[in-house]
């Protein structure tokens, strides 16, 4: 077979068809979706091709009353046109209910990015049916928020060196990135990368059925988080299209199957990828380990097909790691037992543990003293919460670092000064809980305060053997950088931004973090763990923190290692080796180790300035 008959950089695997049983299990499972709510209704779908129908309107219009600014004559206007390409799950056809649409607005050389903010965004306001429109222009990827008819859109904008962007334009040149500036590429980047992936596929139904899979379960396994280290949508769909090109005529439910034994026993970090690697017309950086250090780094690295091709899981740290391993070996395990009918699809969709996990968490608290600046700062933290992670990693005497992937939103109205310093610090009494904004109205010192609490679990390296006495956990040092980290933030207000880190026993954990009776059903368990799997351990490559699965596997089980290029079988480069940058004082305890941090600074008008207190008690 030659490479012009197969998709992908190596050969398939099985080519066979499904066996009856395969075809039977993915029934249950298109049954068992349908449960869970994954699909949208018709009459959904119907109003998301309409309000798509009237964004590509208005960017045709928008095009024409730019150009006509410009001195176009009218003639030269209209034909200028603009167009519109979904990607993310929309385009790929995973998409569920509620779920916004990411929309990229192409438009001629003569309209700029300026543009897009300041006549575009008033037209949009003005259309029957918006709401919640929202602007971010400095953003990575700058971007237009909004809701139309009810339907949430994310709108982005390329502006190709054209002077006409015709209706049948496709993206797939690469060419068209000729004389672009970078926030341009990146903009282009997600639509080409999901256009690539459908071509890459040998059947896309079968693709979408085992994403849509993939996705509900990474979502309830609580590891469906780009920002937090662990994988977001594109990584997921990279890794289910690799598996459909390795079996081309499976059905969904072995696609499903084979997925997991695969992913649990992938050699990282060998890339996955679903094409060779292309060179192209710009001077811009391609994904590359030999030639950066930083490409060498990354611990599972699954890399974009469209040019230039790129690392989608930079983010990915040892702990996170760790954590999708052990999700790949559950999930591994349920499905074997689906496929020989003594279990169901639901048991994989098991609702996460993470706050039934550990005995100790890390609390990471912004607080803010209005809506709107509440909404920047706790996404800044959020995403700096994975350098946290990292620098937790160093610690001696933590075995992982676990992020939780989204954070905890709350109001508090505080009738004092003293009320808000402890709300901002996560200490929310019963009755500062039920006030209403009503109850504050009119009384001196009085105030709202707006946190967002994110959580890191801490897995604790068990006692020594025959360990007396109090042991200690170090922490100061990662908290404290990190909260340099945060108010490095260039538009970090001193005056109206706070941020806290502490830690609490699981016993302390607020109920607004379960689902109402959760809290009594799962006991907490600490995570077990082999002496080959501490952090940066040379011995295990998916860094499980339990030895591999002994029991036989079906005859697919090895079949990892023929998924590999064959160039690349002899061997792949490892990333370097973590050096550690803290040490930490460990001295042993009966079972309640105290973690040292920052001791928090008295603010002395809290109200004022709640980022005076930078972290919390750890005592």
Same mark, same amino acid.
């Given at each position: 077979?030659?490479?012009?008959?197969?998709?992908g950089?190596?050969p398939?695997?099985s080519?066979?068809g499904?066996?009856?049983?395969?075809?039977?299990?993915?029934?249950?499972?298109m049954?068992?979706?349908?449960?869970?709510?994954?699909?949208?209704?018709?009459?959904?779908a119907?109003t998301r091709?309409?309000?798509?129908?009237?964004v590509?309107q208005?960017?045709r219009?928008?095009?024409?009353?730019?150009?006509l600014?410009?001195?176009?004559?009218e003639?030269?206007?209209s034909?200028?046109g603009?167009?519109?390409?979904?990607?993310?799950?929309y385009r790929?056809?995973?998409?569920?209910?509620?779920?916004d649409?990411?929309?990229l607005?192409?438009? /001629?050389?003569?309209?700029?990015r300026?543009?897009?903010?300041e006549?575009?965004?008033?037209m949009?306001?003005?259309?029957?049916?918006?709401?919640?429109?929202s602007?971010?222009?400095?953003?990575?990827?700058?971007?237009?928020?909004a809701?139309?008819q009810?339907?949430?859109?994310?709108?982005?904008?390329a502006?190709?060196?054209?002077?006409?962007?015709p209706?049948?334009?496709?993206?797939?040149?690469d060419?068209?990135?000729?004389?672009?500036?970078?926030?341009?590429?990146r903009?282009?980047?997600?639509?080409?990368?999901i256009?690539?992936?459908?071509?890459?596929?040998?059947n896309?139904?079968?693709?979408?059925?085992?994403?849509?899979?993939?996705?509900l379960?990474?979502?309830?396994?609580?590891i469906?988080s780009n920002?937090?280290?662990?994988?977001?949508?594109?990584?997921w769909?990279?890794?289910?299209?690799r598996?459909?090109q390795?079996?081309p005529?499976?059905?969904?439910g072995a696609?499903?199957?084979?997925?997991f034994?695969?992913?649990?026993?992938w050699?990282?970090p060998?890339?996955?990828l679903?094409?060779?690697?292309?060179?192209?017309?710009?001077?811009?950086?391609?994904?590359?380990?030999?030639?950066?250090?930083?490409d060498?780094?990354?611990?599972?690295?699954i890399?974009t /097909?469209?040019?230039?091709?790129?690392c989608?899981?930079?983010?990915?740290t040892?702990?996170?790691?760790?954590?999708?391993s052990?999700?790949?070996k559950?999930?591994?395990?349920?499905?074997?037992?689906?496929?020989?009918?003594?279990?169901?699809?639901s048991e994989l969709?098991?609702?996460?543990?993470?706050?039934?996990?550990y005995?100790?968490?890390?609390?990471?608290?912004?607080?803010?003293?209005?809506?709107?600046?509440?909404?920047?700062?706790?996404?800044?933290?959020?995403?700096?919460?994975r350098?946290?992670?990292?620098?937790l990693?160093f610690?001696?005497?933590?075995?992982?670092?676990?992020?939780?992937?989204?954070g905890?939103?709350q109001?508090?109205?505080?009738?004092?000064?003293?009320e808000?310093?402890?709300?901002?610090?996560?200490?929310?009494?019963?009755?500062t809980?039920?006030?209403?904004?009503?109850?504050?109205?009119?009384?001196?010192?009085?105030?709202?305060?707006?946190?967002?609490?994110f959580?890191?679990?801490?897995c604790?390296?068990?006692?020594p /053997?025959?360990?007396?006495?109090?042991?200690?956990?170090?922490?100061?040092?990662?908290?404290?950088?990190?909260?340099?980290?945060?108010?490095?933030?260039?538009?970090?207000?001193?005056?109206?931004?706070?941020?806290?880190?502490?830690?609490i026993?699981?016993?302390?954990l607020?109920?607004?973090?379960?689902?109402?009776?959760?809290?009594?059903?799962m006991?907490?368990?600490?995570?077990?763990?082999?002496?080959?799997?501490?952090?940066?351990?040379?011995?295990s490559?998916?860094?499980?923190?339990?030895p591999p699965?002994?029991?036989?596997?079906?005859?697919?089980?090895n079949d990892t290692?023929r998924?590999?290029? /064959?160039?690349?079988?002899?061997?792949s480069?490892?990333?370097?080796g973590?050096?550690?940058?803290?040490?930490?004082?460990?001295?042993?305890?009966?079972s309640?180790?105290?973690?040292?941090?920052?001791?928090?600074?008295?603010?002395?008008n809290?109200l004022?300035?709640p980022?005076?207190?930078?972290?919390?008690?750890a005592s």
């Open positions: 077979m030659t490479t012009s008959e197969y998709l950089v190596t398939p695997i080519e066979a499904p066996s009856k049983r395969e075809e039977e299990v993915t029934a249950t499972l049954e068992e979706l349908k449960k869970q709510g994954v699909f949208e209704s018709d009459e959904d119907k091709e309409i309000v798509l129908g009237r590509a208005l960017v219009n928008f095009v024409h009353r730019v150009s600014s410009r001195g176009l004559s003639a030269a206007a034909a200028a603009g167009k519109i390409f979904t990607f993310g799950s790929l056809g995973v998409h569920g209910p509620g779920s649409i990411d929309t607005c192409v438009v /001629p050389k003569h309209v700029n300026e543009d897009f903010f006549v575009l965004e008033p949009l306001r003005e259309l029957d049916g918006v709401s919640e429109v602007a971010v222009p400095d953003a990575y990827v700058p971007v237009i928020g809701k139309i009810g339907v949430a859109l994310d709108l982005l904008v502006r190709l060196a054209l002077s006409t962007i209706d049948n334009l496709e993206l797939r040149d060419n068209l990135l000729r004389n672009l500036d970078e926030r341009c590429v903009s282009l980047g997600g639509s080409r990368v256009d690539e992936i459908l071509r890459l596929v040998p896309v139904e079968v693709f979408r059925a085992a994403l849509r899979c993939i996705k379960w990474a979502q309830k396994r609580a469906y920002v937090n280290g662990f994988l977001g949508g594109v990584a769909a990279l890794l289910v299209a598996i459909c390795l079996y005529n499976e059905v969904a696609v499903v199957s084979r997925f034994i695969i992913m649990y026993q050699n990282w060998q890339p996955v679903l094409k060779q690697i292309e060179e192209g017309p710009l001077p811009v950086r391609v994904w590359n380990p030999r030639l950066y250090p930083s060498r780094a990354h611990r599972m690295p890399i /097909p469209a040019y230039p091709s790129m989608s899981t930079h983010n990915v040892q702990s996170t790691q760790m954590i999708m052990q999700e790949f559950r999930a591994a395990e349920i499905v074997d037992r689906v496929m020989i009918g003594s279990a169901n699809w969709f098991a609702k996460h543990d993470f706050f039934h996990k005995r100790y968490y890390l609390q990471v608290i912004a607080s803010s003293g209005d809506s709107d600046t509440q909404l920047r700062w706790s996404g800044t933290v959020e995403s700096r919460v350098q946290l992670v990292m620098k990693e610690v001696e005497g933590l075995t992982l670092a676990h992020p939780f992937i989204k905890f939103e109001i508090s109205y505080c009738l004092t000064d003293e808000v310093r402890l709300a901002a610090q996560g200490e929310i009494s019963k009755a809980a039920e006030r209403k904004k009503e109850d504050i109205e009119d009384k001196d010192g009085s105030g709202a305060v707006w946190t967002t609490t959580y890191i679990g801490l604790l390296d068990p006692k /053997p025959g360990a007396v006495g109090p042991r200690r956990l170090d922490i100061s040092y990662p908290t404290t950088e990190f909260t340099k980290l945060v108010k490095a933030w260039e538009h970090y207000d001193e005056t109206s931004m706070g941020v806290v880190v502490r830690h026993k699981s016993s302390a607020p109920d607004s973090v379960f689902d109402p009776g959760e809290r009594e059903r006991p907490v368990r600490q995570l077990k763990r082999t002496k080959s799997s501490k952090l940066g351990s040379k011995t490559n998916n860094l499980s923190p339990d699965n002994k029991r036989p596997r079906p005859s697919h089980a290692a998924a590999l290029s /064959p160039k690349d079988r002899k061997g480069q490892r990333p370097p973590l050096n550690t940058l803290a040490t930490s004082t460990s001295v042993t305890s009966p309640t180790p105290p973690l040292a941090a920052p001791k928090p600074v008295s603010p002395s809290f004022k300035s980022a005076a207190v930078t972290a919390g008690s």
